[in-house]
C-alpha cells in the first residue's frame, strides 16, 4: 500500500556506469519530483514533472536524465555516474490542492 | 512507518494569526528540518534544528525541539497570506538512516 516507493532503496556502483533509480506512485497524482539530499543534508529539487511534462528543471549535470513513462512513473536516469553524485535522491508526488508524499530515499554510492 | 508525523493535517487561519504545527518522531535523531511546499514549485528549506538544541528562531519563524517526548512544533508568527503552504517535517536519524518526512500539515492563510 506504499504511496511512493523507489527502488532501490540502496545502489553501490562503480564510476563511470549507468544507473537508474525507478519511482513510482499510486496516488493518482499529477506531479512529481526528484530532490537530492545535499552534503548538508538539504534536500534540493532536480527535476519537476505534470502530467509527464517537464515543469521544472534545476542547474543539474545533463547526465542526469528523468523518464515518464505515464503519469505514475517518474525514474532517473544516471549516466557516467561521478563520486560526487553519491548522495540520497529523493521522489516524491504531490496532487491538486494535496500535500506532498514522499519515498523512502535511494542512497547511492559510487566506488 | 513514518518517521516524522505532523498535527494537524490541515489548518486554517486569519492573515495576522499565528500558526503553530506539530511534529512527533519515533527513534533517536541527528537533526529535524522543517520543509514548505508550495503546490508545484517543490520544497523550500526553512531551518534545521540539531538534536542538542531546544530552541531555534529566522525572522517569523521559531522551532523548538523535545528529544525527550520525541516532538519538534514550528510556530509561524504574524501570517501572511503567502505562508498558505504545505509544511513538512523530516528527520535524520542517528544510524544512517534516510531522512523521513511526515505526511505535512497544510496551512491555509486567508487576507
Known amino acids: 500500500d506504499t504511496a511512493v516507493s523507489q527502488t532501490p532503496k540502496y545502489l553501490v556502483t562503480q564510476m563511470g556506469n549507468d544507473k537508474s533509480i525507478k519511482c513510482e506512485q499510486n496516488l493518482g497524482h499529477d506531479t512529481m519530483y526528484w530532490y537530492k539530499q545535499d552534503s548538508k543534508k538539504f534536500l534540493k529539487i532536480m527535476f519537476s514533472?505534470?502530467?509527464?511534462?517537464?515543469?521544472i528543471n534545476e542547474t543539474v549535470p545533463n547526465r542526469f536524465s528523468p523518464k515518464s513513462p505515464d503519469k505514475a512513473h517518474l525514474n532517473l536516469h544516471i549516466n557516467s555516474l561521478e563520486l560526487g553524485d553519491s548522495a540520497v535522491y529523493f521522489c516524491?508526488?504531490?496532487?491538486?490542492?494535496?500535500?506532498?508524499?514522499f519515498g523512502q530515499g535511494t542512497r547511492l554510492t559510487v566506488v | 512507518s513514518q518517521q516524522g508525523e505532523e498535527d494537524p493535517q490541515a489548518l486554517s487561519i486569519q492573515e495576522g494569526e499565528n500558526a503553530t504545527m506539530n511534529c512527533s518522531y519515533k527513534t533517536s535523531i541527528n537533526n529535524l528540518q522543517w520543509y514548505r511546499q508550495n503546490s508545484g514549485r517543490g520544497l523550500v528549506h526553512l531551518i534545521l534544528?540539531?538534536?542538542?538544541?531546544r530552541e531555534k528562531h529566522s525572522g517569523r519563524l521559531r522551532v523548538t525541539l523535545d528529544t525527550s517526548k520525541k516532538s519538534s512544533s514550528l510556530l509561524i508568527t504574524a501570517s501572511r497570506a503567502a505562508d498558505t503552504a504545505s509544511y513538512f517535517c523530516?528527520?535524520?536519524?542517528?544510524?544512517?538512516?534516510?531522512?523521513?518526512f511526515g505526511p505535512g500539515t497544510r496551512l491555509s492563510v486567508l487576507p
Open positions: 514533472y505534470n502530467n509527464k511534462e517537464l515543469i
Open positions: 523530516a528527520t535524520d536519524g542517528n544510524y544512517g538512516q534516510n531522512f523521513v
Open positions: 534544528i540539531r538534536s542538542n538544541e
Open positions: 516524491a508526488s504531490e496532487g491538486q490542492n494535496t500535500e506532498a508524499f
